[in-house]
Every structure is written in structure tokens, then in C-alpha cells.
């Protein structure tokens, strides 16, 4: 099957031999790049989201020293994968790259719709899952979210479609805790589980190669709220579904200035029964840690940041957005995803390629008494 690879991944950084030493990084079986790019857009009602293209941005990505694509099916109606596709078939033809050096990553969960919005969006549901039996109507939550085994193979599916690829390298789970709250803990993690085993199946027909959970707050609230996921049990899981080889080996979640709880929030527990971080607790269950939103979809820059910020960072001569990402991928996660349409803020955002990572101590002198913001 045609997906990233350790020698491909390899090959590619080998490009870049004037980024700083630690720009990438290995998990043991792929080499990432320390900031990815991200294909989701705000508000997708808008009609911007009809005239823009992330192709030109995704293809000076690549060739910046960016091979970390991320993606949804979901994002603008399908139209994010597709745009992916466009930008990749037109570096593969040309020779630029080649599909195992290029780490592609997407999400099963809400349901995309199609472009351009249907008129009758209950309508597309009916006809394109519940009339063909994807999934019934109780296991659709709020009209957006499913986790049913044949409609997540369905995702998956037409994702490889869109992504016109055999392969994802990694396949995530969407924001499963937006059905808590709906559903009870219990039928949550029956959920899970077999939206697990599905994974797994895809695993052993080539069409992924590994799989996670991408969730927003869900792994960092406190362990008695409602949309709270016990990493500990999500393993468990997985590894009563596929066994000492399962494929669960990514966690997504944000991690930024305003929310660094990945890093200092201890509210995950692991096999030794005490609670550490997600990011400890990611390592010591041997899954790989990919944060997103380093920029909190520009939230950040309501106002500019205190220059101690630059200064630990050790971005004096640049600029808040460059701190903040210097800040998101110096934490311990593998990789960083930001969102970029326009080419000109993905050529900003590589100069940090040649900057090395921001010293453990800055990064928890500026952390001290944060992570409960």
C-alpha cells in the first residue's frame, strides 16, 4: 500500500539540512515535522469558504519542509480533502515529492454534508445515511455527529475518494465527546469500541494504516465532568479490540498559550493509577501526541502578548503568531498543526524551521500557575 514510511519520511527531511536539528521528530516509525498544516476554516456557512483553495498553500508547505497534512472529511464539505488532492497529484506528476514522504491524517465523526450546501441538509442525511443504512437515526447525535461502524468505513472510504490516495496514515476519530451528554458513559464507550473494531478492519485492508482520537476539551477536563475521556480506558479498549499490535497510536487535542492543559493539567490517569497530563500519559501508553489549534483559530491576538513571551520563546525579531507556534511545538508533543490558506502565512510561519525549539525551562517558566486558565 502507498502511505508515509520511516525511509520516506527520512528522505524527505533530508531535503532540509539547514533547519535546526530538531525540527523533526521520530516516533519510531515515522519522522514528523515539528509544525503541520491544518485544512479546517471557521464558520463554515460563510461564503468564503466558496472561493477559497488550500492547494497553493498545502504545496509551499511541502516544499517549506511541511509534510504533516491534516485534514476532516468534514472540513467545508468535503472540499479541504479535495483541494489536498489537487495540490498533491500535481507535485506527484511533477516529481516533487512522493506519497511516502507525506504523512496525511484525517477525521470520521460529524457529518460533511456535500458542496456546495445542500438545500435540504436533513434531507442529504436521510438519503445519503439513514435510507442506505449507515447508521440509524438514535446513532446520529444533534443531527451532526456518528459514530457507526458502517458510516465510519463509509467516511473513511470517501475520504480515500476525496484524498484520490489508497491509504490514510492516520485515521482519527472526530470529537467523539460531542455525543456525551447525549448518551451515557456506558453507551459512549460501546461506541468507541466499535467504532474501534472498524478501525481495525480498515487497518487490514490497507485503507489506514494507524488511528486515533481527535477531541477538543474532551481529554482535558476534569475526570467528573460530563464530556470527560479516560485515556485509560480508551486504551483499553484498543487493546482488547486489536490486541498487543493495535492500531490506536495518536491523540489530538489543542494545545496554546490560553490552553496549555495537555501539558500541566493532571487529569489523565495511567498504569501506575497515578494522574499526570495528557501528554505524560500519552507517552507512557506509548501513543504519539499531535497538538492542534496552536493559535486558538486566532484568539490569541486579541492583544499583543507581554515581551517575556518573545524573550523565552526566542522569538524577539518575530512576531505573536510565531511565538505562539514556537510555544505549541516546544511542549513535548510531536507535531503542531496550524491553519493556513494563504501561502504568504505559510512562508511566515517555516521560518521557525530554522529556530530550535524553546528549552524545557521557558517553556515551563512561561506555564507556571497557567494550565487552569
Known amino acids: 500500500m502507498l502511505c508515509a514510511t520511516k525511509e520516506g519520511t527520512f528522505s524527505y527531511l533530508k531535503k532540509f539540512g539547514n533547519y535546526s536539528k530538531d525540527f523533526y521528530r521520530f516516533n519510531g516509525e515515522l519522522f514528523f515535522p ?6 479546517y476554516k471557521a464558520e463554515p456557512y460563510k461564503e468564503d469558504n466558496y472561493i477559497i483553495n488550500y492547494a497553493e498553500a498545502i504545496k509551499i508547505a511541502l516544499r517549506r519542509g511541511i509534510n504533516m497534512i491534516d485534514t476532516a472529511i468534514n472540513y467545508r464539505y468535503q472540499m479541504s480533502e479535495r483541494e489536498i488532492a489537487e ?13 511516502e514522504e507525506v504523512i496525511i491524517a484525517s477525521k470520521a465523526g460529524f457529518i460533511p454534508l456535500d458542496f456546495p450546501f ?14 442506505v443504512e449507515l447508521a440509524t437515526k438514535d446513532e446520529i447525535v444533534i443531527d451532526q455527529h456518528c459514530m457507526a461502524p458502517e458510516y465510519l468505513r463509509w467516511s473513511c472510504e470517501q475520504s ?45 485492508e490497507g485503507k489506514i494504516v494507524s488511528y486515533g482520537i481527535a477531541a477538543w476539551n474532551g481529554f482535558l477536563y476534569e475526570a467528573d465532568h460530563t464530556e470527560y475521556i479516560a485515556l485509560s480506558k480508551v486504551v483499553e479498549i484498543a487493546r482488547r479490540v486489536g490486541g498487543k499490535d493495535h492500531g490506536f497510536k495518536y491523540i489530538q487535542s489543542p494545545f496554546n498559550l490560553a490552553k496549555p492543559h495537555a501539558y500541566g493539567y493532571a487529569n489523565q490517569q495511567t498504569e501506575d493509577g497515578m494522574f499526570y497530563p495528557l501528554m505524560h500519559a500519552c507517552a507512557s501508553y506509548g501513543i504519539t501526541y499531535i497538538g492542534s489549534s496552536p493559535l486558538l483559530q486566532k484568539n490569541l491576538f486579541k492583544r499583543a502578548f507581554a515581551p517575556e513571551v518573545a524573550e523565552l520563546m526566542n522569538t524577539n525579531e518575530l512576531s505573536d503568531i510565531a ?51
Not at 495540490?87 to 506519497?99: T, V
Open 118 to 131: 445542500p438545500e435540504n441538509p436533513y434531507g442529504w442525511i436521510q438519503e445519503n445515511i439513514l435510507n
Open 87 to 99: 495540490a498533491l497529484n500535481e507535485m506527484f506528476q511533477e516529481g516533487e515529492i512522493k506519497r
Open 323 to 373: 511565538s505562539a507556534l514556537q510555544f505549541a511545538r516546544s511542549a513535548g508533543g510531536i507535531c503542531a498543526v496550524f491553519g493556513a490558506v494563504d501561502p504568504a502565512h505559510v512562508i511566515d510561519n517555516a521560518v521557525l524551521c530554522y529556530l530550535p525549539e524553546a528549552s524545557a525551562k521557558s517553556v515551563n517558566t512561561l506555564m507556571k500557575g497557567a494550565y487552569a486558565v
Open 34 to 39: 515539528s509544525l503541520g498544516i491544518g485544512t
Open 160 to 204: 480515500l475518494r476525496n484524498l484520490e490516495l489508497e491509504t490514510i496514515d492516520i485515521f482519527y476519530l472526530h470529537n467523539p465527546e460531542t455525543q456525551l451528554g447525549y448518551v451515557d458513559q456506558e453507551t459512549f464507550y460501546v461506541r468507541i469500541e466499535a467504532a474501534f473494531k472498524m478501525f481495525e478492519e480498515l487497518r487490514g
